[in-house]
């Protein structure tokens, strides 16, 4: 059962950007790390971004560094990821999902998912 109410994606041009939102609907966002998510067409899910609960700290994947950034705001109950710079192996699914207070799995709360497509 969806946790989160994902908005933000859709088709963009490469070199665009898009801004994903992920506001909790069921539960407070306090003392949660986000984490997002993404899931291309026949490839595994992989990790894009967390943040901490505690100090806001965060963590990018590779391809992720420079290009997107992550950022929640509590009294929104909300979480983003603003991506920029979006390349056509951007294309995916993304979700977003909750843990006890650090990035480290398991992830309790998940979103719907949003598809973000990248192409000209």
């Known amino acids: 059962q969806e946790q989160f109410v994902e908005s933000g994606g859709g088709l963009v041009q490469p070199g665009g950007s898009l801004r994903l939102s992920c506001k909790a609907s069921k539960f407070r966002l306090d003392g949660y790390a986000i984490g997002w998510f993404r899931q291309a067409p026949g490839k595994e899910r992989e990790g894009v971004s967390c943040?901490?609960?505690?100090?806001?700290?965060?963590l990018y994947a590779d391809y992720a560094l420079g290009r997107f950034t992550i950022s929640r705001d509590n009294a929104k109950n909300t979480a983003y990821l603003q991506m920029n710079s979006l390349k056509p192996e951007d294309t995916a699914v993304y979700y977003c999902?909750?843990?006890?207070?650090?990035?480290?799995?398991?992830?309790?709360?998940w979103g719907q998912g949003t598809q973000v497509t990248v192409s000209s």
């Open positions: 999902a909750a843990a006890p207070l650090s990035c480290d799995p398991p992830y309790d709360y």
């Open positions: 943040i901490s609960s505690s100090d806001g700290s965060t």
